[in-house]
């Protein structure tokens, strides 16, 4: 079966039993400042999980693209990755525990012709908080499972939320795959052995955690199921792992074509080349956002950041010597998904050059910087000379001093860390030591590591961050018409550079307009003159500023500019320039185009990594 096959199907199947389909949504959450990415299909529709009407009805299902950042470390095995798809469908106050298992089982083995013998079943033992999942238990039994193939398990395995300290939560059911095709699954299941796979988990929110710690009955119980679509399609096909299912393999020959070493050589190259293209495509996908995320120090930009470095590092290991080989992988990456999602397609060029770019930059850093981490290096030292004993002198590591190395080399501290690990892994099969990094010593590490970050970002808050949350520093006459050039700057820009532009922060007075935006290079003369060619066009024109409002999805759907990161409300006020610009924009706006006066760029700098700043006036 192909991924697209099993996409269809799953959607088909859903669509059958009367649920709407909805389009994946951006990786990047919007109105969401507590998480940098989606990391599951219900993460978008968490409003209508709390209670809220979704326009679509109450029975959604869906292909979410997700990242998950914190499964970075776990990359190398067989089934773990950073980005992912997830097949999942969704009752809002509909249906319940009888139908979500029925379907789970009936798409698995009618729909996918898993035998039922080689499926298994966990669900809620229960506790002080919330007793055994009965319900659920005589569910799939009645289905057909049995009693042997069912084990309780408690909240560590079978229970999900709330999201924060409070909220809705419940018990959930996971499905598990026998995956060993020479020998048959055994009748009891066991779930410490690794041969069963978790492939499908249903989720049902029939509790709300209060402050004080009580599970009391939710008034709109909901399903949230969510199926992995690189590891079902591993299963479908009688594969051993995720990266040897199309949506891998082709990735995986562009490294073997780099590195001249075949997969499956040895344990280490295969772990080498599943984080390359595992952390290749990820990049991909977050830079393919039409949100304009470059590698930065910050938020997003730095998830980038480290993905890019981590997998140029494993291409060292591999021993590959071309240059700036990434944009190969993220190539192939593109010519496997741009059918699907073609977003990929259409920012491809901004893919490839800011792959180049980053990848150029860590090189020329990356031996010196491997070079100071060799330095903490454990040493093996005398007691006194010929004396047969010895004593081993670990270095003594701080947070101080890879924050150093971060500063000066751009290594991620989780990067420095793991090469440390490698390091001390090395030194004990040399000496028959065994010195590791305690959990202790890590956290102490990390934290002052990030006191040092902290007191790094506080000294250079404005220019690092380049957003200015004043906007407009007063409603004034000029400050009205400079708040208008800004608008069509953005739009100028986009024009002029790419549709990667998008505005990163402002800030507005009287005198001037300072402009921070989204991109990787100093603009040429020749740019900015062509900038102020097109705003002053506008001008010209004397076009009407005309302010709507709409709902924030209207708006969207128009396709209105706006500072997604910002916290909008569910209604909100677009201003349009003519055909020219159309943002989503609270400030007060010039009437018309023609009340500006000439445009003119006084300076154009950098304000931080990739992101730009402008400084204009009105003449």
Known sequence: MTAQELRQKFLDFFKNKGHAVLASASLIPENDPTTLFISAGMHPLVPYLMGEAHPQGKRLASVQKCIRTRDIDQVGDGYHHTFFEMLGNWSLGDYFKKEAIAWSYEFLTKHLNIPMGRLAISVFKGDQDAPLDRESISIWRNVGIPEERIVKLGKDDNWWGPAGQTGPCGPDTEIFFWNDNKNPAPKNFDPKNTHWVEIWNDVFMEYDKTAEGRYEPLKQKNVDTGMGLERT???????????????????????????????????????AMRIIVDHIKAVAFIMADDKGILPSNLDQGYVIRRLIRRAVRYGRQLEIENDLWTKEIARAVIEDYQGIYPELGRNKGFILDNLDKEEAKFKKTLEKGLRELEKMRPKKLNIWPNHPKSFLAPYELSGDKLFNLYS????????????????????????????????????????????????HQELSRTAASGKFKSGLADTSEETKKLHTAAHLLLA?????????VLQKGSNIT?????????????????????????????????????GEEMSLDEAKKQGAMGVFESKYGDKVKVYSIGDFSKEICAGPHAEQTGQLGHFKITKEQSSGAGVRRIKAILE
């Open 408 to 455: 000066t080399y751009g290594f991620p501290i989780e990067m420095s860390l793991e090469e440390l690990k490698r390091i001390y892994q090395e030194f004990n099969c040399k000496h028959g030591s065994n010195i590791k990094l305690s959990k202790y010593d890590e956290d102490r590490i990390l934290q002052q590591f990030h006191t040092a970050l902290e007191k």
């Open 510 to 546: 009287a005198e001037r307009l300072r402009f921070d935006f989204s991109h990787n290079e100093k603009m040429t003369d020749g740019q900015k003159q062509e900038v102020e060619k097109i705003v002053n066009e506008v001008i010209r024109k004397d076009l009407p500023v005309k």
């Open 233 to 271: 399609l591993a299963v479908l096909n009688g594969l051993a792992d995720d990266y040897q299912t199309e949506l891998f393999i082709n990735q995986i020959r562009k490294i073997e074509e780099s590195s001249g070493k075949k997969y499956g050589e040895s344990e280490k190259i295969i772990k």
């Open 492 to 500: 100028a820009l986009r024009k002029v550079l790419g549709e990667h």
